[in-house]
């Protein structure tokens, strides 16, 4: 520990002599310092020994010793040595009745005792506790390494919340606690996701202070690049000294280094899952199990869905955090919480596939982050239905054409059994289609608006009723004759015969898309 006013009157060679302040003896010291001026306290920086002699001081003056005494008091002078035997054989009545009324320590120094000798005491004491805590950081650091390579994250913690004397807590990603010690700090640490979520949006390495006095908790990020791949709370009953910060700073490394570590083998990973799913699209599904191993636990075997998702043009939400990596964390950290395996494929920068167990975690997590997220990150995703590894083909298939379906509606998520379950139409509703109904109907248009006949509303009549004449003219009330007279006048102007099944398909499909289909 740093000296204190005691340790120094306890030095068998300075002779100090306590007259005020006994109360006050345990105060750390940071340096020594020596000013005969009447007010010093512009040169101070707080946590200083003051030497004088009293040679400017009007030191028998109670009124200007009280002021001088308080004036060092507000700029946190820890204490005042008074040298005897120079200037004034004892220490004046006035300082020392300020000295007690304030509880200022008072430290008589004996005209033997140089200044000097103090100076290089607290000096001395002061290099020796920084080499103490080098030491201790330094075994800390060791001791650290041993866990992490012995034992793994969880033992790093451990033993960083037995070294501060508090609780640490290790969060991934999304902000997730993943390792608390002790197990009593767990609730403390969950509470701070809000503020790791904060120190997530700022550039790695970022750090921050939250709590108060009793509850000090910092808040430290890991990473290498400027993605943030996880945080450390550690929370002490007040601030962290020189080995604290030690053993803190070398969590950080191997914590982060242990990150970087499972980056890799993520990596890895990711190139095993590509096989794999090329051997599911290429109709091998045993050489996926074989190869696979226990991996993916029962995945290949269980109902699963396939993912497309790819980045929308103009729609990343920074260089600095692309948008499919971050996808991508959100599905695996959804996975990991619910004990799930999942397999996840980068195709490039802009571009992910992604299999899944049908019901399980992750698709529930890509719902979510297509309705909270995934609009503004610029991302479209596609989602298959359920099937199994014979089908992951056609699965994949499914996904693609929601992916596309997704990308012409301007949605961040479209389900291929949504497409299954509801009309043609909408898959339709796109510039081109409407561009090509207009134009087939637009003569038509322009020879009702002579009135001259009803020719829409005739063909749509008669379509409706699948070529009945009858009950078509009765729809419109008009006489059969009429009826077959306008639809006679429709080939004529369009050039084509309502005989023809494709253009009945095409007219009835241009007045779905224009909305001309009903009265």
């Keep these: 520990m740093p000296p204190t006013l005691a340790s120094l009157v306890q030095h068998s060679s300075l002779k100090l002599v306590v007259r005020a302040g006994e109360d006050r003896l345990d105060t750390p010291v940071r340096w020594a310092h020596v000013s005969e001026l009447t007010d010093p306290v512009p040169y101070m920086e707080g946590g200083e020994l003051l030497l004088t002699t009293a040679l400017t001081l009007d030191a028998e003056d109670p009124a200007a010793m009280r002021r001088y005494v308080r004036r060092l008091l507000g700029a946190g002078v820890v204490g005042l040595g008074f040298a005897v035997g120079v200037n004034y054989d004892a220490i004046p009545a006035a300082l020392l009745d300020a000295a007690r009324e304030e509880h200022l320590p008072l430290l008589e120094v004996p005209r033997r005792t140089p200044f000097l000798a103090i100076s290089k005491a607290v000096s001395a004491a002061i290099a020796a506790d920084q080499y103490r805590a080098v030491t201790a950081g330094f075994e800390v650091q060791r001791e650290l390494t041993r866990a992490a390579l012995a034992e793994g994250p969880d033992a790093v913690v451990a033993r960083l919340a037995a070294h501060v004397d508090g609780w640490a807590a290790l969060y991934d990603t999304s902000g997730t606690v993943v390792a608390v010690s002790p197990d009593w700090a767990a609730r403390r640490a969950a509470r701070l996701t809000p503020d790791v979520e904060r120190l997530r949006e700022r550039p790695a390495p970022a750090s921050a202070v939250v709590g108060g006095t009793d509850d000090r908790v910092e808040l430290q990020s890991l990473g290498t690049g400027r993605r943030v791949r996880g945080a450390l709370a550690v929370g002490t009953a007040a601030p962290l000294g020189t080995a604290e910060r030690y053993a803190v700073h070398s969590a950080i490394a191997l914590l982060t280094l242990t990150t970087e570590r499972s980056r890799s083998l993520q990596a890895a990973e990711q190139r095993l899952g590509a096989a794999v799913l090329r051997m599911l699209l290429a109709g091998q599904p045993d050489h996926a199990r074989a190869v696979a191993g226990d991996v993916y636990g029962n995945l290949l075997d269980a109902p699963f869905r396939l993912l497309v998702a790819e980045t929308a043009a103009g729609g990343e939400k ?63 995703v596609g989602l298959s239905a ?128 224009t909305g001309e289909d009903t009265p």
């Design 386 to 513: 359920p099937a199994g590894p014979v089908a992951a083909a056609a699965a994949h298939r499914q996904a693609e054409q929601a992916l596309s379906v997704a990308r012409r509606r301007g949605r961040a998520l479209v389900e291929h059994e949504e497409l299954a379950a509801g009309s043609v139409l909408p898959l339709l509703a796109d510039d081109a289609v409407r561009a090509f109904a207009d134009g087939m109907l637009r003569a038509l248009r322009q020879h009702d608006a002579t009135g001259r006949g009803d020719l829409v509303a005739s063909l749509r009549a008669w379509l409706s009723r699948h070529g009945q004449w009858d009950a078509a003219a009765a729809d419109l009330g008009v006489h059969r004759h009429t009826l077959r007279y306008r639809m006679r006048r429709v080939e004529e102007i369009l050039g084509r015969s309502l005989d023809d099944p494709d253009v009945r398909m095409e007219l009835w499909l241009a007045l779905k898309t």
């Design 318 to 380: 920074s260089p600095a955090e692309p948008a499919l990596p971050v996808f991508a964390e959100a599905l695996e950290t959804a996975a990991a919480r619910a004990g799930e395996a999942v397999l996840t494929v980068p195709e490039g920068d802009d571009r992910l596939v992604v299999l899944a167990g049908d019901g399980g975690a992750v698709v529930v997590a890509c719902a979510g982050y297509a309705e909270r997220e995934a609009e503004e990150a610029g991302l479209v």
